[in-house]
T-cell receptor, first 111, second 115 residues
Framework: DQQVKQNSPSLSVQEGRISILNCDYT??????FLWYKKYPAEGPTFLIS?????DKNEDGRFTVFLNKSAKHLSLHIVPSQPGDSAVYFC??????????FGKGTKLTVNP | NAGVTQTPKFQVLKTGQSMTLQCAQD?????MSWYRQDPGMGLRLIHY???????DQGEVPNGYNVSRSTTEDFPLRLLSAAPSQTSVYFC??????????????FGPGTRLTVL
C-alpha cells in the first residue's frame, strides 16, 4: 500500500518558468508533510513543510499547497532555476516519528 | 557540527559476506533511521530507533540488523549480503516527537554493491 504517491517520475521546465510537483496521499492520519530535495551522490535535504491545518506555506521561491479534501499537495517553484534540477521527494508524517516518502520526481530546469 | 556522517561512502561485497555500515550524528537527536534508495522505489525505511536501546523495524527490515547503544551511533549490519541488497543507504536523524515536524537530517549515503 503506497501511502504517498508521486505519479510523475520526471518533469522538465524552462528556466524562469514555474515548476509544479505533485503528491497524493492516502493516509488520513498524516498531520504534516515535508518536501526534500536530492542532488546526485548527496543525501536528501529538507526544503519546506506544511501542517495539515494549513493550506499554504511559502518560503522564498518555494510554495507548498495542501488540499486535504483531495488528499493532494503540490510544490511550486517560481521562478525555476537550473540549480533546482534535482529529485524531489514528498513525505508524510504524523502520530510517530516515522516519515513515509514518495518515489520522487526528477526535475530538470533547462537554461 | 558535522551533522550526520556515514562510512564508508562506497563498498563492494561478495554474496554471503557481512559488513557494518556506520552512522553517527552529533546533534543529540533521539530519532535515527536507515533508508535504502533504489531506482524507481524512493526512500524505503529499513530500521529506526527512537532512543538509545530502542529499535524497531521499518518497511524493508529483512536481511538487516541494527542496535543503538548510544545516542550518537546507529550502525546497520548486513549478516549475509545478497545481490538484492545492492542499493544506496542513507542514515537520518531528527529530534523526534514532540517536535512539530519531524524534519530528518540525512547523511551523504553509502553506495553498496553486492556481487
Amino acid at each position: 500500500d503506497q501511502q504517498v504517491k508521486q505519479n510523475s517520475p520526471s518533469l522538465s521546465v524552462q528556466e524562469g518558468r514555474i515548476s509544479i510537483l505533485n503528491c497524493d496521499y492516502t493516509n488520513s492520519m498524516f498531520d504534516y508533510f515535508l518536501w526534500y530535495k536530492k542532488y546526485p551522490a548527496e543525501g536528501p535535504t529538507f526544503l519546506i513543510s506544511i501542517s495539515s491545518i494549513k493550506d499554504k506555506n511559502e518560503d522564498g521561491r518555494f510554495t507548498v499547497f495542501l488540499n486535504k479534501s483531495a488528499k493532494h499537495l503540490s510544490l511550486h517553484i517560481v521562478p525555476s532555476q537550473p540549480g533546482d534540477s534535482a529529485v524531489y521527494f514528498c513525505a508524510g508524517g504524523g502520530g510517530s516519528e516515522k516519515l513515509v516518502f514518495g518515489k520522487g520526481t526528477k526535475l530538470t530546469v533547462n537554461p | 557540527n558535522a551533522g550526520v556522517t556515514q562510512t564508508p561512502k562506497f563498498q563492494v561485497l561478495k554474496t554471503g559476506q557481512s559488513m557494518t555500515l556506520q552512522c553517527a550524528q552529533d546533534m543529540n537527536h533521539e530519532y535515527m533511521s536507515w533508508y535504502r534508495q533504489d531506482p524507481g522505489m524512493g526512500l524505503r525505511l529499513i530500521h529506526y530507533s527512537v532512543g538509545a536501546g530502542i529499535t524497531d523495524q521499518g518497511e524493508v527490515p529483512n536481511g538487516y540488523n541494527v542496535s543503538r547503544s548510544t545516542t550518537e551511533d546507529f550502525p546497520l549490519r548486513l549478516l549475509s549480503a545478497a545481490p538484492s541488497q545492492t542499493s544506496v543507504y542513507f542514515c537520518a536523524s531528527s529530534p523526534g516527537l514532540p517536535n512539530r515536524y519531524n524534519e530528518q537530517f540525512f547523511g551523504p549515503g553509502t553506495r553498496l554493491t553486492v556481487l
